[in-house]
Nanobody, 123 residues
Framework: QVKLVESGGGLVQAGGSLRLSCAASGLPFSLYAPGWFRQAPGKEREFVAAIRWSGGSTYHADSVKGRVTISRDNAKNTVYLKMNSLKPEDTAVYYC????????????????WGQGTQVTVSS
């Protein structure tokens, strides 16, 4: 059974930092490319960052570029999202997902999803 479990969300003041983790079980991340998406209330789910498991190439949305970094630990089958200089507009539920191929920024490309972790940034 494939399972993605996010952790690390919480309440933080603007300008603060958080590191989200996504632990995978039931599938080796080495065969899939993981990514992070977020969804704020009343808004569509949007791409945040993605990483290619082989080679380590990373992709970040323009809205978070320079503030957010995706990374992975193959040995732990875990992907991370380090977020710095957080803004109130970063408030959302953050989801970890995994894909086999397709467009890294398109949520339809992802076949496995975690349950999400809430990030709230206060002003």
């Amino acid at each position: 059974q494939v399972k993605l479990v996010e952790s690390g969300g919480g309440l933080v003041q603007a300008g603060g930092s958080l590191r989200l983790s996504c632990a995978a079980s039931g599938l080796p991340f080495s065969l899939y490319a993981p990514g992070w998406f977020r969804q704020a209330p009343g808004k569509e789910r949007e791409f945040v960052a993605a990483i290619r498991w082989s080679g380590g190439s990373t992709y970040h949305a323009d809205s978070v570029k320079g503030r957010v970094t995706i990374s992975r630990d193959n040995a732990k089958n875990t992907v991370y999202l380090k977020m710095n200089s957080l803004k109130p507009e970063d408030t959302a539920v953050y989801y970890c997902a995994a894909r086999e191929g397709g467009d890294y920024s398109d949520y339809a490309s992802y076949i496995y999803w975690g349950q999400g972790t809430q990030v709230t940034v206060s002003s």
